[in-house]
């Protein structure tokens, strides 16, 4: 009534509205631009991030590890020793390293410990013979500066470390040379780690140029190549563990041998990952679950469909469509330890393409003709080469472009390597990556990684084994 009687008013408010739609609308507009050019993509995966960071629950898997030891004073004297008695038979007068794997293998200094800088800081194994032995005596060449710092290193040594220090004004190196035992008498080869710093070696020769510096030999690789089984059971833990993330996250629950926590995984599955989900965020969640899981220096690779044919990644951040696998390649570290699982899946609503779906089980079948030739005493080189045969006999030979595996263990990626042309002899206590693949840019990716080590029997065991193992299809991963 009121708005026929008074026509004015109405189509005033009837345009106030109008232009207040179109205002909202303009608004909205340029909101919308401002979100793009600021990354609006950004802003929603950070809403997403904070909902996963919150919902999902996985405080379940810090006890998986908690049993684990760290690597004990008993076994680096072990180490030690063996390292003296090598460098005694090789008539070596020391073995030098940085802080590094070997570092970390032989005196318990890792370079997250000790971080590298200009200023060396040198770990010196040399061997001393008493009563026929050979035992290991352990320098560390410091900073002088630094001396209080580096005398707080937790380094095992069955006798005292000594420290010798260098002032700024000293030469680091001709302190390092005069710290080794008897080679002021000219006698004996310096070995130094094979990741030492160019600059170091250059600074050891010009002190000592009578002396003979040169890479440590394969004697003394192979001590950290075979894992002892101190070793082996923080690699399978830490491998495990990092299984059971993307299990709680569903995505390998037939692998988990409780019932509950399979469907625990399933629920969780259904939750968090969604055809549409971005790799970031799946990324994100994988991180959070594996440092709930207690592991260090976490990486987490992600990639979907096609991005999925570049191995390292992509760089774009693609949203799960309904025929894309999922590829994961995640890891962290248990005491320093590895962990490196690759796993190329479908969701549950997944529509793969026939073709892919062949591929994936090509690769997957690659792994088991890997995993019956890796035995001890085969040549690492033959494993890469029977899987290679294998993909290309099934018409995929040219797309397995990178090699079958690597050691793992202190390193993400270390000696020896399973590599087509390597000629290193598998032994027991060594371990291995298992990761073929099939790479065809643009159309698809499917990498299934599993690392194992050698038994007592000289056979390969899956370090997941504690958790199923392999893959069983892409929908069991
Ligand atoms: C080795 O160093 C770690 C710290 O990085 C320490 O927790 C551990 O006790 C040390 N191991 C030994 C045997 O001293
Ligand atoms: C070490 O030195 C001894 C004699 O000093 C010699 O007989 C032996 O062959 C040397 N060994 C090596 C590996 O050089
Ligand atoms: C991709 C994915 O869902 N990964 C999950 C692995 O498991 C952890 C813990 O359950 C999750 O946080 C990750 O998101």
């Not at 002032?167 to 094979?194: K, M």
């Not at 065991?461 to 892409?474: C, K, R, W, Y």
């Amino acid at each position: 009534m009121d708005s026929k009687e008074r026509p004015t008013p109405f189509a005033s408010l009837w345009l106030s509205k109008t232009g207040a739609f179109f205002l909202s609308l303009s608004a909205a507009l340029v909101l919308w631009v401002f979100l793009q050019s600021k990354g609006l993509h950004d802003l929603y995966i950070s809403t997403r991030d904070y909902d996963l960071d919150t919902i999902p629950d996985f405080s379940h898997l810090a006890d998986y590890c908690a049993d684990a030891s760290p690597i004990s004073s008993a076994e680096f004297y072990q180490r030690q020793k063996s390292l003296a008695g090598i460098l005694h038979s090789l008539n070596a007068s020391a073995y030098i390293a940085e802080p590094g794997a070997n570092a970390q293998f032989f005196g318990n200094i890792s370079s997250s410990q000790w971080h590298l800088s200009e200023r060396p800081l040198l770990l010196i194994v040399s061997p001393y013979l008493v009563n026929e032995g050979v035992e290991a005596k352990i320098t560390v060449v410091t900073p002088s500066f630094e001396a209080t710092r580096a005398k707080l290193l937790p380094i095992p040594s069955a006798s005292d470390v000594a420290f010798a220090e260098w002032p700024e004004d000293v030469n680091p190196y001709d302190v390092a040379i005069s710290a080794v035992p008897a080679s002021g008498e000219g006698r004996g080869t310096i070995f130094v780690d094979e990741s030492i710093r160019h600059f170091i070696v250059d600074g050891l020769v010009e002190a000592a140029p009578k002396l003979k510096i040169s890479s440590a030999p394969l004697e003394i690789r192979h001590i950290r190549e075979k894992k002892s089984a101190a070793e082996i059971e923080l690699l399978k833990c830490a491998n495990e563990a990092r299984f059971i993330s993307n299990i709680s996250r569903s995505l390998f629950r037939w692998l988990i041998h409780s019932l509950q926590v399979t469907l625990l995984a399933i629920r969780a599955v259904r939750d968090q990952m969604y055809i549409g989900i971005r790799e970031s965020q799946v990324r994100h969640m994988m991180e959070n679950a594996l440092s709930t899981a207690g592991l260090q220096d976490l990486f987490a690779l992600v990639l979907f469909g096609a991005n999925a044919a570049l191995p390292h990644g992509s760089g774009t951040d693609r949203a799960l469509s309904k025929h894309d696998f999922t590829l994961i390649d995640t890891g962290g570290t248990l005491y320093g330890y590895n962990s490196d699982v690759t796993r190329t899946f479908a969701l549950r609503t997944s529509v793969i393409p026939p073709e892919n779906r062949r591929i994936w089980d090509y690769v997957h079948e690659a792994q088991n003709v890997a995993g019956d030739t890796a035995r001890s005493g085969v040549v690492t080189g033959k494993v890469d080469e029977m899987a290679r045969a294998y993909l290309g006999l099934m018409g995929y030979g040219q797309y397995f472009t990178h090699r079958l595996g690597h050691g793992i263990g202190l390193e993400g990626h270390e000696q020896p390597y399973l590599r087509g042309g390597n000629h290193d002899t598998i032994q027991i206590g060594h371990t291995f990556s298992n990761e073929p693949g099939i790479y065809i840019e643009g159309v698809v990716g499917v990498r299934l990684e599993d690392c194992f080590y050698i038994g007592g029997k000289g056979l390969p065991i899956f370090l997941t084994a504690g958790v199923g193992g392999q893959s069983q299809d892409p929908w069991r991963p």
